[in-house]
């Protein structure tokens, strides 16, 4: 079955950048989207058909996706950006939805 | 403004059932796709299930597939996910989301617990 590999944390400073993976066979023949959710909350779109973002995300956030790699970047990073972020993609041929195992972001 | 808001949840024990229900509002549920997705507690999301906007078309995780089924009402723009022979392994907080029509969830629910009594 198809699996979703993404770093289980990653830690940057304040004001730097970060970049999360999500690895999968041929991820960059499709869509990936992500997600981040802080402790206690439901998760909130972040990005979605790899590249675009949702109304009310901040252009500090982007998406990219080529090859067996797709990344979520996050540019000058904000104390409020701490959080666990989800890469998801859908298999249209079998109607199954599949999640990565999550990242959790420390702003230090 | 999309809301959904989840109900059903609470304690139960091994073998039993119950039906969450998700009200939706804010936006035209009878032409949205909609899902199931839960979280187990300090794990990470898993899909649990889909439901086409004609309910022609519906899916399963293979964790749930024989006991969990989806349905929806749209008099009433309600989803459900009736459970049955439930498990330790199905504690979780269970959301429900829209589909965007790519794939993907761009509106969730708060969210419903699902517990079991030992």
């Known amino acids: 079955s198809y699996v979703l590999t993404q770093p289980p944390s990653v830690s940057v400073a304040p004001g730097k950048t970060a970049t999360m993976t999500c690895v999968g066979t041929?991820?960059?023949?499709?869509?990936v989207h992500w997600y981040q959710q802080k402790p206690g909350q439901a998760p909130v779109q972040v990005i979605y058909?790899?590249?675009d973002r949702p109304s009310g995300i901040p252009e500090r956030f982007s998406g990219s996706n080529s090859g067996n790699t797709a990344a979520l970047t996050i540019n000058r990073v904000e104390a409020g950006d701490e959080a666990d972020y989800y890469c998801?993609?859908?298999?249209?041929?079998?109607?199954?939805?599949?999640f990565g195992g999550g990242t959790k972001l420390t702003v230090l | 403004q999309v809301q959904l808001v989840e109900s059903g949840g609470g304690v139960v024990q091994p073998g039993g059932s119950l039906r969450l229900s998700c009200a939706a509002s804010?936006?035209?549920?009878?032409?949205?796709?909609m899902h199931w997705v839960r979280q187990p507690p300090g794990k990470g999301l898993e899909w649990v299930a889909f439901i086409s906007s004609d309910e022609r078309n519906y899916n399963y995780a293979d964790s749930v597939k024989g006991r969990f089924s989806i349905s929806r009402d749209s008099s009433k723009t309600t989803l459900y996910l009736e459970m049955n022979s439930l498990t330790i392994e199905d504690t979780a907080v269970y959301y429900c989301?829209?589909?965007?029509?790519?794939?993907?969830?761009?509106?969730w629910g708060q969210g419903t617990q699902v517990t079991f009594s030992s």
């Open positions: 998801q993609v859908w298999d249209r041929v079998i109607d199954h939805w599949l």
């Open positions: 041929n991820i960059g023949s499709g869509s």
């Open positions: 058909s790899s590249s």
């Open positions: 989301a829209r589909d965007r029509g790519d794939g993907s969830f761009d509106s």
């Open positions: 804010g936006f035209t549920f009878v032409i949205s796709t």
